[in-house]
């Protein structure tokens, strides 16, 4: 699917106040997407939208479309963040994903499923999106150790072109998903609301399991 491109009027951003959230669980089913740094996120998720016919949404991508936007305000600022591995301020990351959401809602036919990968990567994020965008579904959570992480990592860093992927960066990318998505993992997880999933085998079989979780949880493969 391709990119949504967020609106160009960039006084959008940050978003104001709002009572209720835009979208309602009813409407729209929202499944965050976590993982350390080469959990295989996007292979997965590319696995979901295929088979259950989801809108994939990276918060990643988003943030860095945004940053090379002509114009764009927040350009610079979310370059230097994403460069030191650190997280960029909350308001951006759920704007640009409310503005995709928004999008791909006027297109005719659309079933209201959203994945949203690597997002929320803090626990502010989650809570303010849940506030204002849509509450989750659930949390699908893609557990790697570090070792194999940074290993995929590297790999990927040969060819993929981005300033990210080198051993300093993913040092510290790693650091800071312990820091503060964990958190976010643990917090949905007292609620009920997150599916483990051990991702050190082949992406094959990591969806196998996948599927398996999917369908206890009322969803069926479209295709």
């Known amino acids: 699917m391709p990119a949504i491109a967020p609106p160009e009027d960039k ?30 996120k996007g292979t997965q998720c590319a696995y979901l939208v295929r088979d259950y016919e989801f809108t994939h949404l990276s918060a ?23 460069k030191d591995g ?8 759920v704007q640009l994903l ?26 502010d994020q989650a809570l303010k999106f849940e506030e204002t965008v849509c509450p989750s579904r659930f949390t699908l959570f893609f557990d790697v150790p570090e070792d194999v992480m940074q290993k995929r990592l590297i790999n990927r860093g040969k060819t993929s072109g981005r300033s990210d992927d080198n051993a300093e960066s993913i040092k510290k990318r790693f650091q800071t998903f312990l820091e503060t998505s964990m958190p976010v993992v643990e917090h949905f997880e007292k ?12 992406p094959e079989e990591v969806y196998a399991e996948v599927k398996d ?11």
């Open 11 to 40: 006084k959008q951003l940050p978003s104001p106040q709002k009572d209720t959230p835009t979208f309602s669980p009813s409407e729209v089913s929202v499944v965050y997407v976590l993982g350390g740094p080469g959990a295989g």
């Open 60 to 82: 990643g991508d988003l943030l860095r479309q945004e940053q090379d936007r002509p114009g764009s305000e927040f350009g610079s600022m979310i370059k230097r963040h994403i």
């Open 86 to 93: 650190l997280i960029v301020p909350m308001e951006v990351t």
């Open 98 to 123: 409310e503005n995709a959401m928004t999008e791909d809602m006027k297109e005719k036919d659309r079933n209201g499923r959203f994945l949203i990968d690597g997002f929320p990567r803090k626990m």
């Open 191 to 202: 609620q009920g609301k997150v599916i483990k999933i051990p991702a050190t085998k082949s």
């Open 213 to 223: 979780k999917m369908s206890q949880h009322g969803f069926k493969v479209s295709k």
